[in-house]
């Protein structure tokens, strides 16, 4: 219960600061075909990163043999949304060199 309530408080903190400061202008590299799943892969990452911790809290509430289902439906969600969008920034970094991994630092 402390590790879900210690993600879910930094989540919180998270959204609240992109909510408020947004987002800069696209870079000119991507093109709208990868600007796409990129947008998405971030749109799924903050959802999940509720849903991961809500569901885990969830799970001593209800004792029940289903509770893990949707917890752990939330962790491969995020492992794969966490895949594609590695997997961009992977490929503007090794093989377009266009540093745009510079500019999400």
Do not use: I, N, Q
Request: proline content about 10%.
């Amino acid at each position: 219960m402390l590790l879900g309530l210690t993600v879910l408080v930094p989540a919180v903190f998270r959204l609240a600061w992109r909510r408020a400061t947004g987002l800069p202008p696209w870079a000119p590299c991507p093109s709208p075909r990868e600007r796409r799943p990129a947008h998405w892969t971030e749109a799924c990452l903050y959802v999940l990163l509720f849903a991961m911790p809500l569901t885990g809290l969830w799970l001593p509430v209800v004792g029940d043999d289903d509770a893990p289902a949707p917890h752990v439906a939330a962790h491969l969600a995020f492992s794969v949304a966490l895949a594609v969008h590695l997997g961009l920034v992977r490929k503007h970094t090794v093989v377009r060199r266009d540093g745009l991994l510079r500019r999400m630092l």
